[in-house]
Each structure stands twice: as structure tokens, then as C-alpha cells.
């Protein structure tokens, strides 16, 4: 069974500080994406960056990064330089390849809360 | 502008009553899903779309009706909601490319539904 765990309910950092939310994934699919998403309090959904099993490379969008460790089933998400606007729910998702169905599943999500 | 559009944005109504949520999209993506979100469980998929006329289950599927006899149009029936179907919900469509996985999805803003 495909499964996504973030194991942060809640998490704070220091405005300018970097800081790693963590997820960790299961699925039996070679083929599958990660996607993490942020959901401010106004409630929209807003996609951050994407990493696919087969890529080689970190991805990296602007201050965000995902620290891809394919072995370790990790994909946690690095904000650098972190600023109060990123206050926010995150949310760690994947969608599985053919035997997944393409289905999506996402974790429970890491609140973060920036302090000044 | 480019947009996944939800209605309503707010519903209360009682046991029973039979209700629907629409959700249309403008920007010809063949991927539509609905997903609920309740605290402290992230978001889970309810149903998904990759085409017109091809619709599947996610993770949460009972109790819930969807459609897809357009591809911009995807809404979700209740066709007898009860309380335990109060949540916040999400429509989202994402275009299929050859990749199939790197799309990411672009949410609608969320219909608050309260079941008494």
C-alpha cells in the first residue's frame, strides 16, 4: 500500500533560518512523483516543487529544495532563508505510477510557524 | 485567468438532502480529483478522473457520486450526506502529459461543507 508520512505536527524557526520538514514515502511503483504543497491560513493550496523517482538531481525552486533520498524512502523539504510569509500548513504528496493507479495520496502535513 | 473554480464556497444542510458540488476548470486539463481535508489526516482522495467518461476510486470513495461527461466539468454528489462527511473539500485538475507524474495539480479554493 502506498503511504506518506510527515512525522511534524508542528515545527518553528527563526526568520532568515533554513529549516527541513521531513517525509517519508512507501510505494512498490519504480514510477512515482513527490509533491510538496503549501496552505497558507487563507486555505488555498499552492504547489512548491516536484521530484520524480527517476530524476537524478535534487529539484530546487528558488528557495526551496527537496533533499531526495530514494534508498531511505525521503523526500523532505528544505526552505532557506526562511521568512514570515512561509508561516503555513506543508503538505509532502505523491502520485504513484500504473500499478498505483495514479492515484495521489498525501501526509497529515508539518505546521510551521516563523518567529520574528 | 487560468483557474479551477468551486461551488458553492460554504454549504450547510442536513442529513439526508441530496447535494452537489461543482467544479470546472479552464485550462483543457485531462486530470480531475476531489480530495476532503479533516484535521490532523491531510488531504485523502475521494475520486479522480484521467478522461471524459473515466473516473476511479481514491482512498475515501463511499458515500460519494462523481462525473465526468465534460472535461472541464467534474462535480461531486452527495447523494445522502450524513455528519460524518462535514469537511473542508478540494477539487484539483493537473494535464497528463507523456510523463504522466511531473503535473503538478492546481486546486480549486475549497467548498466548506457542514452536515447537521
Known amino acids: 500500500a502506498q503511504k506518506i508520512t510527515q512525522t511534524q505536527p508542528g515545527m518553528f524557526v527563526q526568520e532568515k533560518e533554513a529549516v527541513t520538514l521531513d517525509c517519508t514515502y512507501d510505494?512498490?511503483?519504480?514510477?512515482?512523483?513527490l509533491f510538496w504543497y503549501k496552505q497558507p491560513s487563507s486555505g488555498e493550496m499552492i504547489f512548491l516543487i516536484y521530484?520524480?523517482?527517476?530524476?537524478?538531481q535534487n529539484a530546487t525552486e528558488g528557495r526551496y529544495s527537496l533533499n531526495f533520498q530514494k534508498a531511505r524512502k525521503s523526500a523532505n523539504l528544505v526552505i532557506s532563508a526562511s521568512q514570515l510569509g512561509d508561516s503555513a500548513m506543508y503538505f509532502c504528496?505523491?502520485?504513484?505510477?500504473?500499478?498505483?493507479?495514479?492515484?495521489?495520496?498525501f501526509g497529515a502535513g508539518t505546521r510551521l510557524f516563523v518567529k520574528a | 485567468e487560468a483557474q479551477v473554480t468551486q461551488n458553492p464556497r460554504y454549504l450547510i444542510t442536513v442529513t439526508g438532502k441530496k447535494l452537489t458540488v461543482t467544479c470546472s476548470q479552464n485550462?483543457?486539463?485531462?486530470?480531475m480529483s476531489w480530495y476532503r481535508q479533516d484535521p490532523g489526516l491531510g488531504l485523502r482522495q475521494i475520486y479522480y478522473?484521467?478522461?471524459?467518461?473515466?473516473?476511479d476510486k481514491g482512498d475515501v470513495p463511499e458515500g460519494y457520486k462523481v462525473s465526468r461527461k465534460e472535461k472541464r466539468n467534474f462535480p461531486l454528489i452527495l447523494e445522502s450526506p450524513s455528519p460524518n462527511q462535514t469537511s473542508l473539500y478540494f477539487c484539483?485538475?493537473?494535464?497528463?502529459?507523456?510523463?504522466?507524474?511531473?503535473?503538478?495539480?492546481?486546486f480549486g479554493d475549497g467548498t466548506r461543507l457542514s452536515i447537521l
Open positions: 504528496a505523491m502520485r504513484a505510477g500504473n500499478t498505483g493507479g495514479f492515484k495521489t495520496i
Open positions: 478522473s484521467m478522461n471524459v467518461e473515466v473516473t
Open positions: 485550462m483543457n486539463h485531462e486530470y
Open positions: 521530484q520524480g523517482s527517476y530524476d537524478q
Open positions: 510505494t512498490s511503483d519504480p514510477s512515482y512523483g
Open positions: 484539483a485538475s493537473s494535464f497528463l502529459p507523456f510523463d504522466r507524474l511531473n503535473q503538478p495539480q492546481h
